[in-house]
């Protein structure tokens, strides 16, 4: 069985900073692709950032600069560094990672919210 496990959502105001992780356990031999996604209401599930095994990074445009993914091979974990927060940041924020466990599989964590005030 593998879990995902965000936590570090909240609220903050514009301008403020958030630090979401995203632990992932179970029975896996190692973890590919690890990434970042948000929702808002009515809109599509968006890339925010992903991060590669080799430490390769991509970043939606409207968050370079501000944000800067990250990941601890060791701890299995990848986080997110959220700066200089805008309200239009604001959404569901869902850690996704492809996992070797003999063969690739895509897992989602449950999501955690991000809300920012104006």
């Known amino acids: 069985q593998v879990q995902l496990v965000e936590s570090g959502g909240g609220l903050v105001q514009a301008g403020g900073s958030l630090r979401l992780s995203c632990a992932v356990s179970g029975s896996i031999f190692s973890i590919a692709t690890m990434g970042w996604y948000r929702q808002a209401p009515g809109n599509q599930r968006e890339l925010v950032a992903d991060?590669?095994?080799?430490?390769?990074?991509n970043y939606a445009d409207s968050v370079t600069g501000r944000f800067t993914i990250s990941r601890d091979n060791a701890k299995n974990t990848v986080y997110l560094q959220m700066n200089s927060l805008k309200p239009e940041d604001t959404a569901v924020y869902y850690c996704?990672?492809?996992?070797?466990?003999?063969?690739?599989?895509?897992?989602w964590g449950q999501g955690t919210q991000v809300t920012v005030s104006s």
């Open positions: 996704r990672a492809v996992v070797w466990i003999g063969v690739l599989r895509l897992y």
């Open positions: 991060i590669t095994t080799g430490g390769s990074t």
